[in-house]
């Protein structure tokens, strides 16, 4: 454990005094008790690397070293690992109130300088694991307990893996349920849980709708809740780039409303039940001008750009064998390819089609519970999703 001097050596890291503004804490009065603050931070692929003028993290780094606290800091990667413990001692001879604020915030401006650099070492996001594994290491303090997260949210792999299941479209209640079942909610009684850049992204990571960002956020706030933490989302625009030479992670694909379509084709489009709707168990459209409607759109985009080519997948309900759901998701994926050949004069080159049926893309909810069909779960699953050939997600899927 890093024990950080009351007074610093003269190789101590001094920042700017922008930065020692952007640190200080409102607070009037000096503690009474230490203070516990633990970090997730998110300095892997495709979110910006923490900077050093970020309030909501400074100002909490600070308060913790002005109380003579403890600062831990995870690594949110595939594999989350602590990346600094920092005990900070009391001064040996008696300060004064000016002394010892300047004194917390050289040990601030250290803290945040030490982790600003620190980089993920394992491919892939494991936020969950990094939350647990933070709160547990101040879990047993006295005084306040404060848990930073400075992340995305968007894990790839672990039980909250977004790049290989849609737990966007599931209910938070439910995820909420299963992480219980698992004994995998984090122990958060006592804790205040701020997180900042929830949902943000940068590099090759398509950027996130509001809606999906609300939906992330919600969920997240139902698994923090359950723990028995008090939440606040800081909404501060993060800037920056992706730290260098971090390994690598899954894309999490970001699924578009038809709607939503503005001269610019997504990855990934999805034509639910409420844009094109099959005759039952058949491969007829319901409504011959609603499909139509939903499909020019995208016809357009593509006539003009001749260059693009999608995949056209299409997806049941888990009702029915999986052979018998294969069959008719491909039967209706080629219904859509033909109206888009046919009555729209795209190229068939630019089109092909998968059958997805009920089996497992990254689009897919769960819609089982006990063995039966929950309905409003199956029918986010009733949809056809028009994909972008040559994006990260049509390679998984094919």
Same mark, same amino acid.
């Not at 454990?1 to 922008?18: E, H, P, Q």
């Not at 780094?61 to 005990?87: E, K």
């Not at 933070?134 to 306040?144: E, F, L, T, V």
């Given at each position: 454990?890093?024990?950080?001097?009351?007074? &610093?050596?003269?190789?101590?890291?001094?920042?700017?005094?922008?930065?020692? =503004?952007?640190?200080?804490?409102?607070?009037?009065?000096?503690? /009474?008790?230490?203070?516990?603050?633990?970090?997730?931070?998110?300095?892997?692929?495709?979110?910006?690397?923490?900077?050093? @003028?970020?309030?909501?993290?400074?100002?909490?780094?600070?308060?913790?070293?002005?109380?003579?606290?403890?600062?831990?800091?995870?690594?949110?990667?595939?594999?989350?690992? +602590?990346?600094?413990?920092?005990?900070? @001692?009391?001064?040996?001879?008696?300060?004064?109130?000016?002394?010892?604020?300047?004194?917390?915030?050289?040990?601030? @401006?250290?803290?945040?300088?030490? $982790?600003?650099?620190?980089?993920?070492?394992?491919?892939?996001?494991?936020? =969950?694991?990094?939350?647990?594994?933070?709160?547990?290491?101040?879990?047993?303090?006295?005084?306040? !307990?404060?848990?930073?997260?400075?992340?995305?949210?968007?894990?790839?792999?672990?039980?909250?893996?977004?790049?290989?299941?849609?737990?966007?479209?599931?209910?938070?209640?439910?995820?909420?349920?299963? =992480?219980?079942?698992?004994?995998?909610?984090?122990?958060?009684?006592?804790?205040?849980?701020?997180?900042?850049?929830?949902?943000?992204?940068?590099?090759?990571?398509?950027?996130?709708?509001?809606?999906?960002?609300?939906?992330?956020?919600?969920?997240?706030?139902?698994?923090?809740?359950?723990?028995?933490?008090?939440?606040?989302? /800081?909404?501060?625009?993060?800037?920056?780039?992706?730290?260098?030479?971090?390994?690598? $992670?899954?894309?999490?694909?970001?699924?578009?409303?038809?709607?939503?379509? /503005?001269?610019? +084709?997504?990855?990934?489009?999805? +034509?639910?039940?409420?844009?094109?709707?099959?005759?039952?168990?058949?491969?007829?459209?319901?409504?011959?001008?609603?499909?139509?409607?939903?499909?020019?759109?995208?016809?357009?985009?593509?006539?003009?750009?001749?260059?693009?080519?999608?995949?056209?997948?299409?997806?049941?309900?888990?009702?029915?064998?999986?052979?018998? $759901?294969?069959? &008719?998701?491909?039967?209706?994926?080629?219904?859509?390819?033909?109206?888009?050949?046919?009555?729209?004069?795209?190229?068939?080159?630019? =089109?092909?089609?998968?059958?997805?049926?009920?089996?497992?893309?990254?689009?897919?909810?769960?819609?089982?519970?006990?063995?039966? +069909?929950?309905?409003?779960?199956?029918?986010? /699953?009733?949809?056809?999703?028009?994909?972008?050939?040559?994006?990260?997600?049509? !390679?998984?899927?094919?």
């Amino acid at each position: 454990m890093k024990k950080i001097l009351s007074v &610093l050596t003269a190789s101590a890291i001094v920042l700017s005094s922008i930065f020692m =503004l952007a640190g200080c804490s409102v607070k009037e009065e000096m503690p /009474n008790e230490p203070e516990s603050t633990a970090i997730v931070l998110g300095n892997h692929k495709y979110f910006p690397m923490l900077s050093l @003028n970020i309030p909501s993290i400074s100002s909490a780094i600070y308060d913790t070293c002005l109380s003579y606290g403890r600062v831990t800091a995870f690594i949110s990667d595939g594999n989350a690992f +602590l990346a600094g413990d920092y005990t900070i @001692n009391e001064p040996n001879v008696k300060v004064d109130n000016t002394k010892r604020k300047q004194i917390a915030q050289k040990n601030c @401006n250290q803290i945040m300088s030490e $982790c600003s650099n620190v980089k993920a070492k394992t491919p892939e996001i494991d936020t =969950l694991s990094a939350i647990t594994q933070a709160a547990k290491s101040i879990q047993g303090s006295s005084g306040d !307990k404060t848990l930073l997260i400075f992340d995305s949210g968007l894990g790839t792999t672990g039980l909250l893996n977004f790049a290989k299941q849609n737990l966007i479209e599931a209910e938070p209640d439910e995820i909420v349920e299963q =992480l219980d079942e698992k004994h995998y909610i984090p122990d958060l009684n006592g804790f205040s849980v701020v997180w900042t850049g929830i949902g943000q992204t940068c590099g090759d990571q398509t950027a996130l709708t509001e809606n999906y960002k609300y939906k992330l956020e919600k969920l997240y706030d139902a698994i923090l809740t359950a723990g028995g933490a008090d939440v606040t989302f /800081n909404h501060e625009p993060i800037q920056g780039d992706e730290p260098e030479g971090v390994p690598e $992670c899954s894309i999490v694909p970001v699924v578009e409303d038809s709607l939503d379509i /503005n001269g610019t +084709l997504p990855d990934v489009v999805k +034509l639910d039940e409420t844009k094109i709707s099959f005759v039952s168990d058949k491969a007829e459209f319901a409504s011959e001008s609603d499909a139509y409607d939903a499909l020019k759109p995208i016809a357009d985009i593509l006539v003009s750009n001749t260059d693009i080519q999608v995949l056209i997948v299409g997806s049941t309900a888990t009702d029915g064998t999986p052979e018998g $759901c294969r069959k &008719l998701s491909q039967m209706r994926a080629d219904k859509v390819k033909d109206t888009l050949i046919k009555e729209l004069h795209v190229n068939q080159n630019q =089109l092909s089609t998968y059958g997805a049926g009920q089996s497992s893309t990254p689009f897919r909810v769960d819609d089982m519970k006990d063995g039966k +069909l929950v309905e409003s779960q199956a029918s986010k /699953n009733r949809a056809v999703y028009i994909v972008n050939y040559d994006s990260a997600v049509a !390679k998984e899927i094919i």
